[in-house]
């Protein structure tokens, strides 16, 4: 004989897949009847019609489904009422992101550059998977607004996330990764033509409305330069350590070295330096060819008194990898994606716990 305890047991494994969080914690069963090994489980969602429906029903038809005496699962699905979705969207808020102390409890990485192109973007992806991969819960926010890439080079152009309310957004899941760029917002690829308070505006929306839930990291991708947006940014993340990205043109180098200038003047501790499209490898003769030169992003590192984490070569794959939206450092065995593991493990070593 199978009871609603167990049903509900059951149940706590299976999570909603845009929320993160299990579907009894979140109260979403409704009734459930037990009849001679059926089951019927009524679901009720947060958002009618919601995309993950069917997700949701093969994780409950498996999760119920594996329990002894259980021959049959049928789900049904209504919707919360608006007190209960009240209720959710402020269990949600609870001890989340405050104004106060916000990204108190998790390890901020900003990833920027005082140069535009150099591979922020790629570093910053490649580097939150990799670090997702080694068991750490991690997010990553698109800081760029203008200029958003991290929603191509996820995957995810066009999803739109989750809100229950102006104040709740959940952010997407991918890879086991949480993310949120202005490309899940937004349908058309106009150019949005914003001036810096309006930008501050949606800044202020992505770093108090998003849920990121418990998170031990957070990577942030900077937008280029040392302009007015990523010092409104840095000021917003005192706690936050910054991975400066260079590449090892002399002249690139001292452009890119401009925002930990920056940051030093902020007390914003610089945490490493990666130097990217340090050289390029024949397929052939393995012989590296160092197109932008060499040397620059050591003295850079010096300069600044940290050390440099990694030169990552320009790569046919990573590029590739990028262009499709499933990051090189996903695919752990090749040798491209050991440059971002890699990365992750300084980064974890050089984290000043939170
Ligand atoms: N190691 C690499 N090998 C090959 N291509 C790379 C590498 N790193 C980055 N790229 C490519 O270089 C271009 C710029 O990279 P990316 O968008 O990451 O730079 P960015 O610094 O974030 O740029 P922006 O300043 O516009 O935000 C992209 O086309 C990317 O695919
Ligand atoms: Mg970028």
Same mark, same amino acid.
């Given at each position: 004989?199978?009871?609603?305890?167990?049903?509900?047991?059951?149940?706590?494994?299976?999570?909603?897949?845009?929320?993160?969080?299990?579907?009894?914690?979140?109260?979403?069963?409704?009734?459930?009847?037990?009849?001679?090994?059926?089951?019927?489980?009524?679901?009720?969602?947060?958002?009618?019609?919601?995309?993950?429906?069917?997700?949701?029903?093969?994780?409950?038809?498996?999760?119920?489904?594996?329990?002894?005496?259980?021959?049959?699962?049928?789900?049904?699905?209504?919707?919360?009422?608006?007190?209960?979705?009240?209720?959710?969207?402020?269990?949600?808020?609870?001890?989340?992101?405050?104004?106060?102390?916000?990204?108190?409890?998790?390890?901020?990485?900003?990833?920027?550059?005082?140069?535009?192109?150099?591979?922020?973007?790629?570093?910053?992806?490649?580097?939150?998977?990799?670090?997702?991969?080694?068991?750490?819960?991690?997010?990553?926010?698109?800081?760029?607004?203008?200029?958003?890439?991290?929603?191509?080079?996820?995957?995810?152009?066009?999803?739109?996330?989750?809100?229950?309310?102006?104040?709740?957004?959940?952010?997407?899941?991918?890879?086991?990764?949480?993310?949120?760029?202005?490309?899940?917002?937004?349908?058309?690829?106009? %150019?949005? #033509?914003?001036?810096?308070?309006? &930008? $501050?505006?949606?800044? !202020?929306?992505?770093?108090?409305?998003?849920?990121? @839930? *418990?998170?031990?990291?957070?990577?942030?991708?900077?937008?280029?330069?040392?302009?007015?947006?990523?010092?409104?940014?840095?000021?917003?993340?005192?706690?936050?350590?910054?991975?400066?990205?260079?590449?090892?043109?002399?002249?690139?180098?001292?452009?890119?070295?401009?925002?930990?200038?920056?940051?030093?003047?902020?007390?914003?501790?610089?945490?490493?330096?990666?130097?990217?499209?340090?050289?390029?490898?024949?397929?052939?003769?393995?012989?590296?060819?160092?197109?932008?030169?060499?040397?620059?992003?050591?003295?850079?590192?010096?300069?600044?008194?940290?050390?440099?984490? %990694?030169? #990552?070569?320009?790569?046919?794959? &990573? $590029?590739?990898?990028? !262009?499709?939206?499933?990051?090189?450092?996903?695919? @752990? *065995?090749?040798?491209?994606?050991?440059?971002?593991?890699?990365?992750?493990?300084?980064?974890?070593?050089?984290?000043?716990?939170?």
């Amino acid at each position: 004989m199978i009871t609603k305890e167990q049903i509900v047991d059951a149940l706590k494994t299976v999570k909603d897949p845009e929320i993160g969080r299990d579907l009894v914690t979140l109260n979403m069963i409704g009734d459930i009847a037990v009849r001679e090994g059926s089951v019927a489980i009524n679901i009720k969602l947060t958002i009618k019609g919601c995309p993950m429906k069917r997700t949701i029903e093969d994780d409950i038809k498996a999760a119920v489904g594996n329990l002894e005496c259980v021959k049959s699962v049928n789900i049904s699905f209504g919707e919360m009422s608006p007190e209960e979705k009240q209720q959710l969207t402020a269990s949600l808020k609870q001890g989340d992101n405050d104004k106060a102390d916000v990204f108190n409890n998790v390890n901020v990485i900003a990833v920027g550059s005082g140069k535009g192109g150099v591979g922020k973007s790629t570093v910053a992806v490649n580097l939150a998977v990799a670090l997702q991969q080694k068991g750490m819960n991690t997010g990553i926010l698109d800081a760029d607004v203008l200029g958003f890439s991290v929603s191509t080079l996820l995957g995810i152009q066009g999803k739109k996330p989750v809100a229950l309310d102006n104040e709740t957004i959940m952010p997407i899941q991918v890879n086991n990764l949480k993310a949120l760029s202005m490309g899940n917002l937004i349908t058309s690829d106009k %150019a949005l #033509i914003w001036r810096a308070p309006v &930008i $501050r505006g949606v800044l !202020d929306q992505f770093f108090y409305s998003v849920r990121w @839930g *418990d998170l031990d990291y957070l990577v942030i991708d900077l937008p280029p330069g040392t302009g007015d947006v990523p010092l409104t940014i840095m000021q917003q993340l005192p706690k936050a350590q910054l991975l400066l990205v260079t590449t090892p043109q002399s002249a690139a180098a001292q452009v890119s070295a401009r925002l930990a200038k920056m940051a030093q003047q902020m007390d914003i501790s610089i945490m490493g330096v990666v130097e990217n499209m340090s050289y390029f490898q024949c397929p052939e003769c393995e012989h590296k060819y160092y197109i932008f030169g060499q040397g620059q992003s050591e003295k850079i590192a010096e300069e600044l008194n940290v050390e440099l984490f %990694a030169q #990552i070569p320009l790569s046919i794959d &990573i $590029r590739e990898n990028s !262009d499709t939206g499933t990051p090189i450092a996903l695919k @752990g *065995d090749d040798p491209s994606a050991a440059y971002y593991h890699d990365l992750a493990d300084k980064v974890i070593k050089h984290t000043k716990k939170v």
